[in-house]
């Protein structure tokens, strides 16, 4: 296995993806993080770490050119084989390097796809895909044909911002422009979108020579949306096996994958079920694993490990070896979780077998289940976001988007 050793520099601006670095080191690999220095104290899993990396700042503080001369610097005693960007807000980052030392994986312009809402858009709109009416914010004329033909409520959304983090609802054309002009300048990295009302799902997944190895399907029961926007207790719970909506959401997946040019990877992708006309739009994609505790209710549910699994697929990339998806189980999982007003919440009252996981996470109160019965899983979601309500939690107001990707 020694010789086949390869070198992975992973980055990441959040604490998170530990399981994928135990799972790349496991392999036999030589493993590199380069992640803020705000996060020097965090529990990163070091004994999967070979060596440590910090930039100054967060994020979009980060300086591109000296992030590059110190991996070209690394890269003078060390072969680099793979980059991988752990979060969304890494994937510039990982295809700007990628680009500028000629190593091999996802470029630039199909990043574009997986981070800028705008580009994802068009896209899908060309590959012919439905996605909700929507506009750039370049021209006046074209925000005016918009507002004047397309029925509010509309949504002003940030092109590179992850989630919710930014979005603001409309109601008017006066009030569309009010916002645009506070915008000023910054108005170029917005888009206008028609908000439509339905049921939102999530489709996690993994890739590899561009076909989904596996796909699992979730229903937001709460949506990043509605919490943003007035906080509340998030909740989201796997959907009926072989139901016509999984059938659905699993066809319009694999075409925007196809459309996209994802060729392999973890994948975490949005769309809305219209109640107006019961037909299945393209929301958003990125490519890496969801957010907010997601791959743990799908592993709750498949007992399949996003991140671990995601890390031996680059492994196998990058030896040129077969990789075969574990099969999957037929569990379902769900998820509730909250902003709490107590740093370290007794969840000690909540002892339901069907309970996998808790998350351990300060200021949050959070719990994952289990179940072979979908509505014993709702259930259990129900009862415990109304104890949530009671017991925790506490919302605080998002922080305004200053800075643009």
């Given at each position: 296995?020694?010789?086949?050793?390869?070198?992975?520099?992973?980055?990441?601006?959040?604490?998170?993806?530990?399981?994928?670095l135990?799972?790349?080191?496991?392999?036999?690999?030589?493993?590199?993080?380069i992640?803020t220095?705000?996060?020097?104290?965090?529990?990163?899993?070091?004994e999967?770490?070979?060596?440590?990396?910090?930039?100054?700042?967060?994020?979009?503080?980060?300086?591109?050119n000296?992030?590059?001369?110190?991996?070209?610097?690394?890269?003078?005693?060390?072969?680099?084989?793979?980059?991988?960007?752990?979060?969304?807000?890494?994937?510039?980052k990982?295809?700007?390097?990628?680009?500028?030392?000629?190593?091999?994986?996802?470029?630039?312009?199909?990043?574009?796809?997986?981070?800028?809402?705008l580009?994802?858009?068009?896209?899908?709109?060309?590959?012919?895909?439905?996605?909700?009416?929507?506009?750039?914010?370049?021209?006046?004329?074209?925000?005016?044909?918009?507002?004047?033909?397309?029925?509010?409520?509309?949504?002003?959304?940030?092109?590179?911002?992850?989630?919710?983090?930014?979005?603001?609802?409309?109601?008017?054309?006066?009030?569309?422009?009010?916002?645009?002009?506070?915008?000023?300048?910054?108005?170029?990295?917005?888009?206008?979108?028609?908000?439509?009302?339905?049921?939102?799902?999530?489709?996690d997944?993994?890739?590899?020579?561009?076909?989904?190895?596996?796909?699992?399907?979730s229903?937001y029961?709460?949506?990043?949306?509605?919490?943003?926007?007035?906080?509340?207790?998030?909740?989201?719970?796997?959907?009926?096996?072989?139901?016509?909506?999984?059938?659905?959401?699993?066809?319009?997946?694999?075409d925007?994958?196809?459309?996209?040019?994802?060729?392999?990877?973890?994948?975490?992708?949005?769309?809305?079920?219209?109640?107006?006309?019961?037909?299945?739009?393209?929301?958003?994609?990125?490519?890496?694993?969801?957010?907010?505790?997601?791959?743990?209710?799908?592993?709750?549910?498949?007992g399949?490990?996003?991140?671990?699994?995601?890390?031996?697929?680059?492994?196998?990339?990058?030896?040129?070896?077969?990789?075969?998806?574990?099969?999957?189980?037929?569990?379902?999982?769900?998820?509730v979780?909250?902003?709490?007003?107590?740093?370290?919440?007794?969840?000690?009252?909540?002892?339901?077998?069907?309970?996998?996981?808790?998350?351990?996470?300060?200021?949050?109160?959070?719990?994952?289940?289990r179940?072979?019965?979908?509505?014993?899983?709702?259930?259990?979601?129900?009862?415990?976001?109304?104890?949530?309500?009671?017991?925790?939690?506490?919302?605080?107001?998002?922080?305004?988007?200053?800075?643009?990707?």
């Amino acid at each position: 296995m020694e010789a086949q050793s390869k070198t992975f520099l992973c980055i990441s601006n959040y604490f998170k993806g530990n399981a994928f670095l135990t799972a790349l080191k496991k392999q036999g690999n030589r493993v590199f993080l380069i992640t803020t220095e705000n996060l020097k104290e965090s529990p990163w899993a070091f004994e999967s770490i070979d060596e440590l990396f910090f930039m100054p700042g967060q994020d979009l503080d980060w300086d591109l050119n000296l992030l590059l001369q110190g991996v070209g610097g690394l890269m003078k005693e060390h072969k680099i084989d793979a980059i991988i960007a752990l979060d969304d807000y890494d994937v510039e980052k990982a295809t700007f390097l990628r680009e500028n030392l000629r190593i091999a994986g996802m470029g630039q312009s199909t990043g574009r796809y997986f981070r800028d809402k705008l580009a994802m858009r068009i896209k899908a709109q060309d590959a012919g895909l439905k996605v909700p009416a929507f506009s750039p914010l370049f021209n006046d004329e074209d925000i005016n044909q918009f507002a004047d033909h397309i029925p509010a409520p509309w949504v002003l959304k940030p092109r590179s911002e992850a989630s919710a983090h930014g979005i603001i609802k409309v109601y008017n054309k006066e009030e569309l422009w009010k916002h645009i002009h506070d915008l000023g300048d910054n108005r170029l990295y917005y888009l206008v979108e028609q908000f439509k009302p339905g049921d939102v799902f999530h489709a996690d997944g993994l890739i590899l020579e561009g076909k989904n190895l596996f796909l699992s399907v979730s229903q937001y029961l709460t949506t990043p949306m509605e919490i943003s926007q007035g906080g509340g207790i998030f909740r989201s719970a796997t959907i009926e096996y072989g139901s016509k909506d999984e059938k659905a959401i699993k066809k319009v997946n694999n075409d925007i994958m196809k459309a996209f040019g994802m060729r392999y990877g973890a994948t975490h992708t949005e769309f809305i079920k219209c109640h107006e006309d019961g037909e299945i739009y393209f929301l958003e994609t990125s490519s890496r694993v969801g957010g907010a505790h997601l791959a743990e209710m799908v592993e709750a549910a498949t007992g399949i490990n996003l991140w671990a699994e995601w890390a031996k697929i680059e492994d196998a990339i990058a030896k040129d070896q077969p990789y075969k998806a574990p099969k999957p189980l037929k569990n379902y999982g769900g998820i509730v979780l909250t902003l709490s007003h107590a740093q370290n919440p007794d969840l000690s009252s909540f002892d339901d077998p069907e309970i996998f996981y808790r998350v351990m996470l300060e200021y949050h109160a959070g719990l994952i289940v289990r179940s072979k019965d979908q509505k014993r899983t709702r259930l259990l979601l129900d009862d415990y976001a109304e104890r949530f309500a009671r017991e925790f939690s506490t919302s605080a107001a998002a922080p305004d988007v200053k800075k643009f990707h």
